[in-house]
Structures are given as structure tokens and as C-alpha cells.
């Protein structure tokens, strides 16, 4: 069957966790860059799209296609690994320690971070004829989006750091949820399905997702966004990493592991 039961691919959910925390160093960065790259490709494609149609929501619905692509591909986000391998560590698997976790978290992030970086440069330089000229409208566009997204938090001082950070809560619940969708079923045009589906509500919803601002911020910094390094990270970064990481741990990982793979005991009612 194209689809599996929740018992099956729980346990998917358990091994690829597993199977992450042992792989060689080199291919944990190197999937982590394309996959950083791809959807910071995919965020700027969006957000063209919404700019070019004026409608917010086409953008929305579109930009997962660079989700789907980086996880049929079988790249690595920082917001997936945060929910994958702790579910090894909880299930006792060989060899898994919270030290290798750790360790997978960084190489994963830099990973993330430098993919991200490096299509942010090549994309300043398509939008501005090789820093000759102007941004264009999209690049003043994603310069806004960057001061409203720091600045505009900062405004409001902890209440606006905790909103931020329950946005990337809300955010890796969604993103999560693709994760696992690609899981679910052993067909391309399932997967497919089942990742668009939270990965576009999470886009149109302008939750935080701390992958996609590593490319967001650098290049609205770069198309003159009036903002700091320390802005971005005190007031964007830092929040939404420990939102995504709380939010996609609690709200899926965790609650898909207790109920379908340590089931509570079957009693007669």
C-alpha cells in the first residue's frame, strides 16, 4: 500500500534518527548545505512570487516544492534533526548519546547556515546587476521583511521575544509534520502530498523557521535592511532555533513516539 499505518512509519521515524547520528561527518555537511541552499532557494522564489502577484498566499503555496525536493533527496535541516534523533536516544538505540546529538546539531547547522549564506550572495549579486545597481523590488521587499522580523520584535522587549519564540514553536510543529510526511507513504506523489501540506500552512502563516532565516536575514542585510548581526540573532535566530526545537520535540516527535511506538497498554473498556 502507498500509505502507512501510523505503527509503521513511527518506527521509520525511530531509524532515521538512528541512522543520522552514525553518519560520517562529511556527509552530515554536506547534506545539511544543499539542503540549507535549496530552501533558502525556494524561500526567495516565494517570496518573488508573492511580490510579482501581489497575493501572499501563491507564494505560500509554492514554496514547498523546495522542501519536497531536499527531503526526496534525503538532505538534512537543523529543524528535522531536532526531532529525529533524540526519538533514537528515548528508544535506548546502540551507541546514541546526547553528546553525538549535539554534535550532529552543529554540524548541521553550519551546514544549514553556510548553504544559506552562499545562495544569499549569488542571489544579492542576480538582483543587483553584481552589486552595480539597486535591489530590485524583491530584494527591498526581503530587506523589510528583515527589519520588521528584528527590529519590530525588539520593540516590545520579552513579550516580543516570546512571541517570536512560540512562532517557531508553531513553525517545526508544521515543518516536523513534513518531515514525518515523507514517511508515510513508499510513493512519490504521497510523499509529495503529505509534506505540502503543513510545509505551505506554516509559509502562508509567517511562522519562523530559523533554516529559512539564515538565508532571509543575511541577504536583507545585504540589500540594505537596517538592522544588526546582533539583531538578527538576538532578536530572530536565537528565539526561533529554541522554538523550532521545543515545538517540533514536544508537538511531534515525542507525541508520535509515546502513542505509536511505546503504546500504553490495551485495557478492556
Known amino acids: ?46 517570496v518573488t512570487i508573492a511580490v510579482q502577484t501581489g497575493v501572499p498566499l501563491i507564494g505560500a503555496l509554492l514554496f514547498p516544492v523546495g522542501f519536497c525536493m531536499l527531503y526526496l533527496l534525503g538532505y538534512d535541516l537543523l529543524t528535522g534533526v531536532f526531532v529525529l534523533t533524540p526519538l533514537a536516544w528515548l528508544d535506548k538505540r546502540p551507541g546514541v548519546t546526547w553528546a553525538r546529538i549535539l554534535k550532529n546539531w552543529g554540524l548541521v547547522f553550519l551546514g544549514n547556515f553556510i548553504g544559506c549564506l552562499t545562495v544569499a550572495i549569488l542571489m544579492a549579486a542576480v538582483y543587483t546587476m553584481g552589486f552595480a545597481a539597486e535591489p530590485n523590488e524583491v530584494g527591498v521587499k526581503i530587506a523589510h521583511i528583515g527589519e520588521d522580523r528584528t527590529l519590530g520584535y525588539a520593540e516590545y522587549g520579552f513579550a516580543g521575544w516570546m512571541t517570536i519564540f512560540i512562532r517557531g514553536m508553531l513553525c517545526n510543529w508544521m515543518v516536523s509534520l513534513g518531515v514525518i510526511g515523507a514517511m508515510m507513504s513508499t510513493t512519490v506523489s504521497g510523499k509529495f502530498i503529505a509534506m505540502w501540506m503543513p510545509i505551505m500552512l506554516f509559509f502562508a502563516m509567517g511562522f519562523e523557521h530559523s533554516v529559512v532565516n539564515m538565508f532571509l536575514f543575511p541577504f536583507a542585510m545585504m540589500m540594505g535592511g537596517d538592522f544588526s548581526i546582533t539583531d538578527y540573532f538576538l532578536w530572530n535566530e536565537l528565539p526561533v532555533v529554541l522554538g523550532n526545537l521545543v515545538g517540533g520535540l514536544a508537538l511531534t516527535g515525542l507525541a508520535l513516539y509515546t502513542t505509536h511506538v511505546r503504546t500504553g497498554d490495551k485495557k478492556e473498556f
Open 1 to 46: 500500500m502507498a500509505y502507512l499505518a501510523p505503527a509503521e512509519f513511527a518506527k521509520k521515524v525511530v531509524d532515521a534518527g538512528e541512522a543520522k547520528l552514525h553518519m560520517a561527518t562529511r556527509d552530515v555537511v554536506i547534506r545539511a548545505f544543499m539542503a540549507g541552499a535549496i530552501l533558502a532557494l525556494a524561500a526567495v522564489f516565494a
